[in-house]
């Protein structure tokens, strides 16, 4: 059986984990908390300082700008927003909250779940995708045309809402989004890599089919040349676009 380890957070928070991955992204490895209300993502590669900086900023000064004030329980639908930054044997990791239980599939794909995605998390691309919609998914995951909308008015929410921080998320796409088209919910996932203007710069240009054109256009130049573009909160409102449009 997997121990638990308990650590501290740079903000004092207590924080354990099970020391088993549990999932693994194309950075992190993913660790549950006991309880499965949190999970743990460590960066495989040590992370410098100006990471540690960002991730700080944003699991503090911006979590609480944002959250702590009214409306701010609305708001935590919209985002798997990060709590808290931890370190365990020299790997920078990032705590954020469990996925809410409507962003797993209840009934998973047609045919008694060919694909057995029962139970797996409801990322954007499997809704975005007009052939894994229609040919693969089970008709009670789909929801209907009023449920939908309600989707893009909460992506579109938790977007506005990020800008008006100061903030944005640099790689807005299908597969940086959660939606439950049953009861219309969406949630912004991937917080930990927001672009902090003027102090953080974008790491990534963004996700292919969500690129704006501008940022396409200028990536042959180095990032110093003042005529690059780099994703911002103006090239968010084109993947945004993009993404309802899907």
Known sequence: MSKVITLTATNGETIQFVDEIKAQGGMKDVMFSPNKDYVVAFFREPADLATKERLEMITCTYREKIFNQEGGEYLKKLFCWPTAVVEYQGKLGVVSPFYRDCFFFQYGSCNNDMLGIKGKDKDGKWFASASNRNKFLDSRELGDWML???????????????????LSHSDLGYKNCLIDPTTGQASLIDIDGLVVPGKHPPTVVGTP??????????????????????????????ALAVLIYM
């Open 148 to 166: 939908h909308l309600k989707v893009c008015l909460m992506l579109a929410r938790a977007v506005r809402r990020m800008h008006m921080a100061g």
């Open 209 to 238: 089919d969500f690129i704006a054109p501008e940022v396409v256009a200028t990536q042959h130049l180095d990032k110093s040349d003042p005529k690059r573009k780099l994703p911002s909160r103006t090239t968010d409102l084109h």
